[in-house]
Nanobody, 120 residues
Framework: QVQLVESGGGSVQAEGSLRLSCVVSRMDLSASYTGWFRQAPGKGREKVATISPSGRNTYYVDSVKGRFTVSRDNAKNTLYLQMNNLKSEDSAMYYC?????????????WGQGTQVTVSS
């Protein structure tokens, strides 16, 4: 079965950086949409960044544009989220997710999450 395992979360001061990783098993990332979502306490889940199967198309929520970069290493079947200039409002549980190429809005596969805490 498909498995997604995130790592790289932690505590950091404002303006610091973190890089999240998500290793995906039993799913070809070059044939899948993949992305990062986050959920802060008391708030709904938010789509943060996504990358298309070809890698040519990316999406970022406005609040992270210019600070976060989503990328992928197909050889390692790993998805990344480089987060720079972190702000306290970025604090949340971050999840990676994957969707089949023929159903890009159907995020069927999820990791267990990794916590990011930014202190000001």
């Amino acid at each position: 079965q498909v498995q997604l395992v995130e790592s790289g979360g932690g505590s950091v001061q404002a303006e610091g950086s973190l890089r999240l990783s998500c290793v995906v098993s039993r799913m070809d990332l070059s044939a899948s949409y993949t992305g990062w979502f986050r959920q802060a306490p008391g708030k709904g889940r938010e789509k943060v960044a996504t990358i298309s199967p070809s890698g040519r198309n990316t999406y970022y929520v406005d609040s992270v544009k210019g600070r976060f970069t989503v990328s992928r290493d197909n050889a390692k079947n790993t998805l990344y989220l480089q987060m720079n200039n972190l702000k306290s409002e970025d604090s949340a549980m971050y999840y990676c997710a994957a969707a089949r190429s023929w159903s890009p809005s159907n995020w069927s596969y999820w990791g267990q999450g990794t916590q990011v805490t930014v202190s000001s």
